[in-house]
């Protein structure tokens, strides 16, 4: 297997790449205590030098995927809760035919930057899922949110909410726009957007990819002043960027705990997107 000549990405990165996706997506020879090909292994395997396949490994371990025992080699790592990036898990998943996103949070801002790139990936022809299906579940800014919220005496201020509307808007129209741009260019089969509210504040996030994998985090607060219409507001707000996500993949088995996490995430996310969520804008 070589590189594709197309990547602009060093060719270190591009291995960790194609590894992370066969961890993740659990391929046989990649699942949960499975030992790795050797080093000379894949580097005949990539076309590349062995130093490439060390540096692309020990971005592995530093994303916890794999572990490395002296001179036994190295394995597939027990992926159970722990702090974890999005951007890699996300274009893993876009290896699928069927994508299926559902997030629950506060604006989707995060999301909107960390699906460039897979998106990217499928209108260059690197990636060709089938469908591609998006849930957005955002808090009603239409009514008082515990955040954003004055600290002054904890006052609702309708300013703050219009400028978190206006924020959920941006980016769940930008998700919109890049992923059914997609179908109308002929490049998925089907691509779709729904996005629905609810009257409660996002206090964490929540992603759930192709039904097999959760993300899950609490929003750091923080006090912030800025400038609304010429007047400062000082006020508490959630800071999406500097939340910390945990992963939980299904397991081999209904009875495993990351199989348990990802079912009940999913069942929390259903039921409030079909029986208190409704549509209209942020």
Excluded: C
């Excluded at 371990?61 to 794999?66: D, F, K, N, P, S």
């Excluded at 990036?85 to 559902?102: C, I, M, N, S, Y």
């Excluded at 500097?242 to 705990?257: E, V, Y």
């Amino acid at each position: 297997m070589s590189l594709d000549p197309d990547d602009s990405r060093p060719p270190y990165q591009q291995v960790s790449s194609s590894l992370r996706a066969s961890i993740l997506t659990k391929k046989p020879g990649f699942e949960t205590g499975d030992k790795l090909p050797s080093g000379p292994e894949l580097a005949k395997h990539f076309g590349v030098a062995r130093g490439t396949i060390d540096k692309a490994l020990d971005l592995l371990r530093t994303e916890g995927l794999i572990v490395t025992r002296q001179g036994s080699g190295s394995f597939v790592r027990e992926r159970t809760s722990r702090p974890v990036g999005l951007r890699p898990h996300l274009e893993a998943a876009f290896e699928q035919k069927q994508v299926t996103l559902d997030f629950a949070g506060f604006s989707s801002e995060t999301l909107h930057n960390a699906l460039q790139e897979p998106l990217d990936k499928v209108r260059s022809g690197r990636l060709a899922p089938e469908s591609i299906t998006v849930r957005l579940l955002l808090p009603d800014t239409d009514e008082p949110m515990a955040v954003p919220v004055l600290v002054d005496g904890l006052k609702d201020e309708p300013a703050l909410r219009e400028r978190a509307r206006n924020i959920a808007l941006t980016n769940a129209g930008g998700i919109a726009h890049s992923v059914e741009v997609l179908a109308e260019l002929g490049l998925v089969q089907n691509a779709t957007v729904q996005v629905k509210v609810h009257r409660a504040s996002s206090l964490f996030k929540l992603y759930i990819l192709n039904r097999s994998e959760a993300f899950f985090g609490f929003y750091p607060l923080r006090e912030r002043t800025v400038a609304i219409n010429g007047n400062d507001h000082t006020f508490y707000d959630v800071t999406g960027k500097d939340t910390t996500l945990f992963h939980h993949a299904a397991g081999p088995d209904d009875a495993s705990l990351g199989s348990q996490y990802v079912q009940q995430a999913q069942m929390w996310f259903d039921s409030v997107w079909s029986t208190i969520a409704y549509e209209r804008q942020p």
